[in-house]
């Protein structure tokens, strides 16, 4: 039982480089999201998906684009890496994107921005 | 603006004994509250939820109490274990924002055998 699968697991970037995480779920979820975690800031909403063709900002959506990709996989592509974006990364998938809807979250990926 | 907050960074207590963890909110349109568990170097885990129609909810060894009125959620844990050492988030949603979660900063609970 994978649930929420995310790749990599680490990465180190130079600033300017660019990357797309990768994140994929096997729980037929309607609604991904993408977070970053930060010390001392808990998680904070990057951007989300609540169907399959359609994303929308959250709360910190400078910076980054996603692509939900079908059902399964939504992705989140830095473009021109800063230090700033140096973080954990964390993707979440619920059913609905309802207020009573537990988010099941991935393992996250650590990425470093030199 | 911190809509959610958790004021302690960390919290130890003694295996056996009972762990209260805190959380305070300034939005009222808020329709459920959430606590998450995360161990080291995993993601968080969905632990226990109560709408904002309730008072009280309960899972086992897990609490959850809202008072509305004091804009303020606590989890208790009773009796703590060393297990149950981890980091905690509360976090809030309401339907009214399409669900999104607003995450507390989390609070370190250290469970001493």
């Known amino acids: 039982n994978a649930g929420v699968t995310q790749t990599p697991k680490f990465q180190v970037l130079k600033t300017g480089q660019s990357m797309t995480l990768q994140c994929a779920q096997d729980?037929?979820?309607?609604?991904m999201y993408w977070y970053r975690q930060d010390p001392g800031m808990g998680l904070r909403l990057i951007y989300y998906?609540?169907?399959?063709?359609?994303?929308d900002k959250g709360e910190v959506p400078n910076g980054y684009n996603v692509s939900r990709l079908n059902k399964r996989e939504f992705s989140l592509r830095l473009e021109s890496a800063a230090p700033s974006q140096t973080s954990v990364y964390f993707c979440?998938?619920?059913?609905?994107?309802?207020?009573?809807?537990?988010?099941?979250f991935g393992d996250g990926t650590r990425l470093s921005i030199l | 603006d911190q809509q959610v907050k958790q004021n302690s960074p960390s919290l130890s207590v003694q295996e056996g004994r009972i762990s209260i963890l805190n959380c305070d909110y300034t939005?009222?349109?808020?329709?459920?509250f959430l606590w998450y568990k995360k161990y080291p170097a995993e993601g968080p885990t969905f632990l226990i939820s109560?709408?904002?129609?309730?008072d009280k909810n309960e899972d086992g060894r897990f609490t959850v109490f809202l008072n509305k009125s004091a804009k303020h959620l606590s989890l208790h844990i009773v009796p703590s274990q060393p297990g149950d050492s981890a980091v905690y988030f509360c976090?809030?949603?309401?339907?009214?924002?399409?669900?999104?979660?607003?995450f507390g900063q989390g609070t370190e609970l250290s469970v001493k055998p």
């Open positions: 979440a998938s619920s059913e609905f994107r309802l207020a009573n809807q537990p988010q099941h």
């Open positions: 729980m037929n979820h309607n609604s």
């Open positions: 998906s609540a169907s399959e063709g359609t994303t």
């Open positions: 939005n009222s349109m808020f329709d459920y």
């Open positions: 109560i709408s904002s129609i309730k």
């Open positions: 976090a809030a949603s309401a339907n009214n924002q399409g669900g999104k979660l607003i």
